[in-house]
């Protein structure tokens, strides 16, 4: 079983709908991160979190928000979609051990799409 | 602020050509420097890294080594397979960012043809 899943894997949704892409991970990380990748563009960090307490915006937070349910589970929303949201959205963890503590491993990653 | 370039793709290469992909990165202090792999349908796969100046990583027949000097971390493989086809990302990570997270390249696009 993959250690970082995201769900859906693909969704096509609608301007002003409101939309949640979940992620969950089994490695026991406490540092998670949501990036969106655009074409050209490589992959850019929307929030962080580095416990269920803590939560951070990252470069591009505008229209989105987050929650970290527990340790293992945090959810991406966009609270009302658009369409230059259409991209790929990635799920990533990280542990706090000195030799990894900056390595990420990231999930399969989920395709939206806003029309 | 820190950022990272890397050579445009798409680069196409017939199997059993030598590879090399080109990144140079800017950033303060003495960030850890990343290969990611992507395949197609996939998410990132760490590739290698580097954590200081002179290191070497390495893993399946890729290298990089991290060069201060000249602020780059190139990406090499002696033979590709058509299997190596996938966008690949070079990035760092900051150790003045209390974030730890990683900033990354557009990527690069390989293409191997049998």
């Known amino acids: 079983d993959a250690d970082v899943t995201q769900t859906p894997r693909n969704r096509i949704t609608k301007t002003g709908k409101r939309i949640m892409l979940e992620c969950s991970q089994t490695?026991?990380?406490?540092?998670m991160y949501w990036y969106r990748q655009d074409p050209g563009l490589g992959l850019r960090l929307i929030y962080y979190?580095?416990?269920?307490?803590?939560?951070n915006k990252g470069e591009i937070s505008d229209g989105y928000s987050v929650s970290r349910q527990a340790q293992a589970k945090f959810s991406l929303s966009l609270e009302s979609a658009i369409p230059n949201q259409t991209a790929l959205y990635f799920c990533?963890?990280?542990?706090?051990?000195?030799?990894?503590?900056?390595?990420?491993?990231f999930g399969p990653g989920t395709r939206l799409t806003v029309l | 602020g820190d950022s990272v370039t890397q050579m445009e793709g798409p680069v196409t290469l017939s199997e059993e050509a030598f590879l090399t992909i080109n990144c140079t990165y800017t950033?303060?202090?003495?960030?850890?420097l990343f290969w990611y792999v992507q395949y197609p349908g996939e998410g990132l796969q760490l590739l290698l890294k580097?954590?200081?100046?002179?290191d070497k990583g390495s893993n399946k027949g890729f290298e990089a080594t991290y060069r201060k000097e000249t602020t780059s971390f190139h990406l090499e493989k002696g033979s590709v397979q058509v299997s190596d086809s996938a966008v690949y990302f070079c990035?760092?990570?900051?150790?003045?960012?209390?974030?730890?997270?990683?900033?990354f390249g557009s990527g690069t696009r390989l293409l191997v043809r049998p």
């Open positions: 990533a963890t990280s542990g706090t051990g000195t030799s990894s503590y900056n390595e990420q491993f």
């Open positions: 950033a303060t202090g003495y960030p850890s």
């Open positions: 490695k026991g990380h406490d540092r």
């Open positions: 990035a760092l990570s900051a150790p003045v960012d209390s974030s730890y997270k990683l900033i």
């Open positions: 979190s580095f416990d269920v307490k803590d939560i």
């Open positions: 580097a954590t200081k100046a002179d």
